[in-house]
């Protein structure tokens, strides 16, 4: 398996920018893909942004153009690089990982405290 530690929220201001950044460990080897997920109050856990081993990357459109989602395969991290930020931004940010043959993410960090305000 594979362990996933997120660190980098915290509170911002609206137009703001924030990096958040994920650690990987364990049977890296076994991961295909990782992103970035966020979960608002009363909300649906969503999709923000992922990549894989080849370095393809996907965003939802609601941070396209805001976020960038990037990877340091030397130190088994990915990072979210989130900018001009709104309130409807304000959520729970998860590290997750696709680990070996799974086709949805199937390993999740503890998640991080993103607060935007107006």
């Known amino acids: 398996q594979v362990q996933l530690v997120e660190s980098g929220g915290g509170l911002v201001q609206a137009g703001g920018s924030l990096g958040l950044s994920c650690v990987a460990s364990?049977?890296?080897?076994?991961?295909?893909?990782m992103g970035w997920y966020r979960q608002a109050p009363g909300k649906q856990r969503e999709l923000v942004a992922d990549?894989?081993?080849?370095?393809?990357?996907n965003y939802a459109d609601s941070v396209k153009g805001r976020f960038t989602i990037s990877r340091d395969n030397a130190k088994n991290t990915i990072y979210l690089q989130m900018g001009s930020l709104k309130p409807e931004d304000t959520a729970v940010y998860y590290c997750?990982?696709?680990?070996?043959?799974?086709?949805?993410?199937?390993?999740w960090g503890q998640g991080t405290q993103v607060t935007v305000s107006s």
């Open positions: 997750a990982a696709k680990y070996g043959l799974a086709l949805q993410y199937n390993f």
């Open positions: 364990g049977n890296v080897f076994r991961v295909n893909a």
């Open positions: 990549i894989t081993r080849g370095g393809r990357t």
